[in-house]
């Protein structure tokens, strides 16, 4: 009974995470045409900054738990870096996955984006994410974190000024809190949909976690993988959504955007608070990750689109590194 209770819970976890997705998503759209944003922009820096937060929230909250309550800090480690490590991992392969399905089902064979926004975004993402490999077996840590946060803020702005340059107004469908209000409430749309993101991430989190006691799972696999599938929940149901409405700069730019905010803040928070050196698991997790944009790039400069296949193939790493970590 217990079991089918904890199993309700989860499905409704991801009921409400899909509706304050679409919440947040309809959301953004407005307010970036308030501020003359382009799809890159909204895509890469409004909508991350929403959805990022359950995943950033997720290795503080493990190791300062650890820390007040006195449990063991070294499993508390292990489920901050799985975190840390699953989410860029997540979203540079399986959610592009899931936009090379929806291609499929819509039978098209590539996205209709500037290819080079996305490659512009993959340079960011893999010299950070490189960057900050590196810095957990470097001396001046903490200098090497600061520096990827001001190199983030660089993408940010130099982002938000491509975006006003090359503006062109979106088709947008009516404010959701419209229709409900008669106001036209974009802010307090975005803050409710933000909300219900974080608790509905967090109940989810919380009943993978129960699944994973009782199938007795690692915690460094558990958080490597399943605690990853809820917290880049939001940003891949808010792409699927997107692409699903034929706004492909939007979709694509959400998973890019995030991507790059993966590979510094989340990572500077690993940088700081937890000790030198990755064991075998994550190194072979970052090879997989940085296999997979190297090939994004090159496939990328080479046909000067993105296509289905190239989608499909990135999303594959996904599960032979599943597969890998199960069987080996």
């Known amino acids: 009974m217990l079991f089918l209770l904890n199993l309700l819970y989860a499905i409704l976890s991801l009921v409400v995470i899909i509706f304050a997705c679409n919440l ?18 909204i895509g890469s820096i409004l909508a991350v900054i929403g959805t990022t937060l359950p995943e950033t929230i997720v290795p503080v909250v493990a190791i300062f738990g650890a820390i007040v309550l006195k449990t063991d800090i070294n499993n508390a480690q292990d489920i901050a870096l799985g975190a840390i490590f699953g989410s860029p991992f997540m979203l540079s392969t399986f959610a592009l996955f899931l936009l090379g399905v929806v291609l499929i089902i819509k039978k098209r064979k590539e996205l209709k984006v500037d290819y080079r926004n996305s490659l512009r975004e993959y340079k960011y993402f893999i010299f950070a994410y490189i960057t900050a490999i590196l810095a957990f077996y470097l001396p001046y840590r903490k200098l090497i974190a600061v520096f990827l946060v001001l190199y983030y803020l660089v993408f940010v702005y130099r982002t938000i000024v491509r975006s006003r340059k090359n503006y062109n107004a979106i088709e947008v469908d009516e404010l959701i809190f419209y229709r409900i209000f008669h ?11 933000i909300a219900l993101l974080i608790l509905s991430s967090h109940f989810f989190i919380c009943e993978i976690k129960y699944f994973s006691n009782i199938f007795n799972i690692n915690p460094m696999i558990l958080s490597l993988f399943i605690t990853p599938f809820a917290t880049e929940l939001p940003e891949c149901v808010n792409s699927v959504i997107w692409l699903v409405k034929d706004k492909d700069e939007l979709s694509l730019s959400n998973v890019l ?24 698991v994550l190194l072979l997790n970052a090879l997989a990750v940085v296999i997979g944009c190297l090939f994004f790039i090159i496939s990328t400069l080479t046909l000067k689109k993105i296509t289905v296949y190239q989608l499909i193939f990135i999303g594959l790493l996904y599960f032979f590194f599943l597969l890998l970590v199960i069987f080996f």
């Open 257 to 280: 955007g995030a991507i790059v905010f993966q590979a510094v803040v989340p990572m500077c928070i690993g940088i700081i608070l937890i000790g030198q050196g990755l064991n075998s």
């Open 24 to 41: 947040f998503t309809n959301a953004i759209e407005h307010l970036g045409q308030k501020f003359k944003l382009g799809s890159n922009a």
């Open 183 to 193: 106001k036209k409430l974009v802010l307090i749309q975005i803050v409710v949909s």
